[in-house]
């Protein structure tokens, strides 16, 4: 999908939303994600720069990411608006010995995709479906022991968040509610600043890091 077609037709869903002659309630939502995205080209930076380390546990591959979510829900009818930080994070390790044993210490490579959104959503009492606009950011960081240069690395992005909803009706006001969900970026990731602080050439060729998902999340306030 186009990007501006997506954000074209969130917009006008928004309109929509607005004109619609019902009083919107208001809910808080908190909650946690957990999803699985891969990069053969990040593993490939990576594991040659743990090649010529003598680690004795080298870096693992990069398979999932969790984090949390936040974020407040404008809500008139099954029509929904939704605005959401979402965080998703994994750092990867490699551990080694210095002075033949005598001292231990880790190298870190720390991956992270922070996003605000804004969304369109369509729930009855139990299932529905919505899609988010979001802007990303893309945050990579390197501390590697001995070295005073640290690392860090920010790309930005759109991306479209598209997700099925499984409310379960809770007690005391708070609503749960289970999110399968996929995340598509319209652009990819630049491995070139990484493999480059690693002493290597320019990196491979990008990847869109695509993830597939599940958030649970916890509403609270009237229905």
Request: charged residues 15%; negative net charge.
């Amino acid at each position: 999908m186009n990007r501006s077609i997506s954000i074209s037709a969130l917009l006008a869903a928004f309109y929509g939303f607005l004109l619609t002659p019902v009083n919107a309630q208001v809910n808080l939502k908190a909650g946690y994600n957990i999803s699985l995205v891969s990069d053969p080209g990040l593993d490939q930076v990576v594991g040659a720069f743990s090649d010529t380390k003598p680690y004795s546990n080298p870096f693992n591959k990069l398979t999932w990411m969790h984090g949390f979510e936040a974020g407040l829900r404008f809500k008139a009818d099954v029509h929904a608006f939704e605005l959401t930080y979402q965080n998703a994070y994994q750092p990867l390790q490699a551990k080694g010995d210095l002075n033949d044993g005598n001292g231990p210490y880790t190298d870190k490579i720390k991956l992270g995709i922070q996003s605000g959104a804004f969304g369109y959503q369509v729930t009855g009492d139990v299932f529905g479906v919505g899609t988010d606009l979001q802007y990303q950011w893309y945050t990579t960081r390197v501390e590697l022991v001995g070295v005073t240069d640290k690392f860090k690395d920010v790309q930005t992005m759109l991306a479209l968040k598209c997700y099925m909803m499984f409310t379960l009706e809770g007690s005391g006001g708070i609503d749960a509610a289970l999110q399968p969900y996929f995340v598509l970026p319209f652009d990819t990731y630049d491995l070139d600043p990484l493999s480059q602080y690693l002493n290597q050439e320019a990196g491979p060729a990008g990847k869109k890091w695509t993830r597939f998902g599940l958030s649970v999340l916890f509403y609270n306030g009237n229905k």
